[in-house]
């Protein structure tokens, strides 16, 4: 284990020792006083309402050992009544964290696996987490805490790891620079360019230069992986593969409908998971424990990566089949009545939203009941892409929409244009009015229901009423 000490921090951040013994060990690293564990270093960080820094005191009554602050007067009664603890100021408390999470990656030699892209990445992340487990010990971004804020929390949390697996997430040019700077991955894997954060960006075309970003650390002997079926990526990798591989740079490419390096065949999309054939010089059997297309592209990617770090193909399925999702992806809820509810409530975007839908369609349950809010962050393209889901809902003959927020009207109007019949279709302003739809209006008996928004619409609670209403 690296040891950080807090005459570490001190040099690193530029930082100003205002009270305390320099030779503390900094062993783990909180943002949030509620869930301090005794020990824990405490960031104080300023927020849209508040400065964390002005709860120091309190941090040090749960426990805290050592306080990084800025923009907070403390005077000579604060750091007596601070006695035995630690306190450090310094400019900038953000990046004081980018800046100790970078230190601490730069004493690792290490796998790092960083993945982008518009959807997908908590997924991808967890079953490539779980294959690279079976030969690694593996620190891997909890739930999606991928920003300036969160990556830097997980990497100060490498300890005696083998391997690191972090998601990196992007909504605007800069971020993935950034976190590259910090992360330095080695290993590069790309899920899909899609229309996540468009509002921002202003194109499909400019998303993938943000998401490109995240090359800004590679070097000869590193792998990229590319999804090849994905438009934007798939002429990317056209133009780019020749010229990386004469860089010296490891590029595979995985998919289903284009000839790949690694390519799923005999694809069997079955109500709770999935199986499909893949040949690499011997045929072998992938049985992945979740249902959904996109968990094959994933499990493409976790089989590339790790062929890569030379682990057993045996291994590396066993580690597939035994893989789980972070909680509210996906979600499989089998409840009375024959009801299953898929809770897909932690974020959305068109890509998601229509395979998430295509996932319903194929369950076996008589009725089926999409749940849908709104798209965050889409601007002027959000109109547009909620009717596309509406479009998508229609399609895939859903028998009964609830929609639920301003933007998702548009998801509903558009199902009635493409055949829906209108009485079979709710629109809510809020969650409180879907509730009286469920309960009042809607036969749960023999259903499959996905529920799926933005992660700010809040939709869990959606989950957890259905879930009252049929115990």
């Known amino acids: 284990m690296k040891e950080i000490k807090v005459l570490d921090i001190v040099r690193e951040c530029n930082g100003i020792l205002i009270c305390g013994d320099e030779n503390v060990v900094c062993s783990s690293f909180s943002k949030d006083t509620r869930t301090l564990n005794e020990g824990d270093t405490y960031l104080g960080i300023k927020g849209e309402t508040f400065n964390g820094s002005l709860l120091y005191k309190e941090a040090f009554k749960k426990g805290a050992n050592v306080c990084i602050v800025d923009d907070v007067e403390i005077t000579k009664q604060d750091v007596l009544e601070c006695k035995g603890k630690v306190i450090i100021k310094v400019d900038n408390t953000v990046k004081a964290l980018q800046t100790l999470a970078k230190y601490k990656r730069e004493q690792y030699d290490i796998p790092v696996i960083g993945i982008t892209g518009s959807v997908g990445k908590t997924s991808t992340k967890d079953i490539i987490a779980s294959v690279v487990g079976m030969k690694y010990k593996v620190l891997k971004t909890e739930g999606n805490l991928n920003n300036e804020i969160g990556m830097p929390l997980t990497i100060l949390r490498l300890e005696d790891h083998e391997a690191m697996v972090l998601e990196m997430g992007t909504d605007k040019f800069g971020d993935l620079s950034l976190l590259t700077s910090i992360a330095k991955p080695n290993i590069f894997v790309y899920t899909i360019i899609g229309t996540s954060h468009i509002a921002n960006f202003g194109s499909r075309e400019n998303i993938l230069k943000g998401k490109l970003e995240m090359l800004e650390s590679l070097k000869s002997g590193n792998a990229v992986i590319v999804n090849n079926d994905n438009d934007l990526l ?24 284009f000839n790949s390096d690694y390519t799923a065949k005999n694809i069997m999309l079955e109500e709770f998971g999935s199986k499909y054939n893949i040949d690499l010089n011997k045929e072998y059997l992938v049985e992945i424990p979740v249902g959904g297309k996109h968990f094959v592209y994933n499990s493409l990617a976790a089989i590339a990566i790790g062929k890569y770090l030379e682990i057993s193909m045996e291994d590396i399925l066993i580690g597939i089949s035994k893989f789980e999702l972070t909680k509210m992806r996906m979600d499989i809820l089998k409840l009375k009545n024959n009801v299953v509810v898929v809770n897909d409530t932690y974020n959305a975007s068109y890509d998601s939203m229509k395979s998430g839908i295509d996932y319903l369609s194929k369950l076996n349950n008589i009725k089926k009941i999409a749940i849908l809010g709104d798209m965050l962050e889409l601007g002027e393209y959000s109109e547009n892409l909620h009717r596309a889901v509406g479009k998508s809902v229609a399609e895939n003959k859903i028998d009964v929409l609830v929609t639920i927020g301003e933007e998702a009207k548009f998801i509903a109007d558009e199902a009635i244009n493409n055949g829906i019949v209108k009485d079979n279709i709710f629109v809510c302003n809020n969650i409180e009015e879907a509730y009286n739809v469920l309960s009042k209006n809607v036969n749960l008996e023999d259903t499959a229901i996905l529920v799926k928004a933005s992660r700010g619409m809040q939709l869990e609670r959606v989950v957890s009423y259905i879930k009252e209403i049929l115990n």
């Not at 020749?242 to 289903?256: L, T």
């Open 234 to 257: 798939h002429g990317w990798l056209e133009e780019n593969k020749e010229k990386y591989i004469g860089d010296g740079i490891k590029v595979y490419s995985y998919g289903i409908e």
